[in-house]
């Protein structure tokens, strides 16, 4: 099927896994370190590998809004996915420079798009491909606070009528919000989704949690 190397395996794949990897410094003195992620399987077995590489000035200074690049491997080691993410703003009240995402896989070579959309109440993203042609539409809740539950954002066609998949960020109690802003997450997608629609819809996931989760006290 001309797959991009290394994303065969999303080929099989309807649920993602995300796991925030909790460093030790950031654990004890709450210092935010560059963040680590495993994506697993729904099983719960490591398919990939993603380090965010970016400043310790862009971290404290920029911190939910800041500049990234997460290098996503696989299990030899080999770069697959890039995601690029540059300074914007997510203001509502700022319609004019609104969050937009890179996908590339292989690295180099551009997979997708996540954009931002202009909306007063709810969070919303559309999914491009690579010739930026919209793809799906994404829709949050009104509140992403999550208290003791799941916080889902619904996965849709782009008529907004038809929910065909979702990316939850799942509660995971309250030492781990208040102390280690760990995250957990779940990507539901349809089996037959096209596997570079899969990793934007990765990018999507990482995007979400550092627009909505990552300075947050959710679970409280």
Known sequence: HNLPPGLEYLNQLDQIIIHQ???????I?????????????????RVYFAV??????????CSPIRPFTISIADSA??????????LRCYS????????????????????????QNWDPFLPKFTIQNQSKEDVLKIIGPYATCGCFEDV????????????IGKISKYWSGFVNNV?????NFGIQV???????????????????????????????
Do not use: H
């Open 21 to 27: 990897q909790v460093e030790l410094l950031e654990a």
């Open 29 to 45: 003195l709450g210092t935010e370190t560059s963040s680590k992620y495993e994506i697993k399987n729904p099983l719960g077995q």
């Open 52 to 61: 965010e590489q970016n400043g310790c000035c862009d971290r404290r200074l």
């Open 77 to 86: 080691g080999r770069e697959v996915i890039r995601v690029i993410r540059p």
């Open 92 to 115: 509502c009240w700022c319609p004019c420079f609104l969050q937009e995402l890179e996908v590339q896989s292989p690295p180099g070579t551009i997979a997708g798009y996540v954009v």
């Open 152 to 163: 889902d954002f619904e996965v849709k066609a782009l008529n907004e009528m038809t929910t």
């Open 179 to 183: 102390f280690t802003n760990t995250a």
């Open 190 to 220: 349809p089996v037959d989704l096209d596997v570079r629609i899969k990793a934007v819809m990765i990018g999507a996931c990482f995007l979400i949690d550092l627009m909505f989760f990552e300075n947050s006290l959710d679970g409280l």
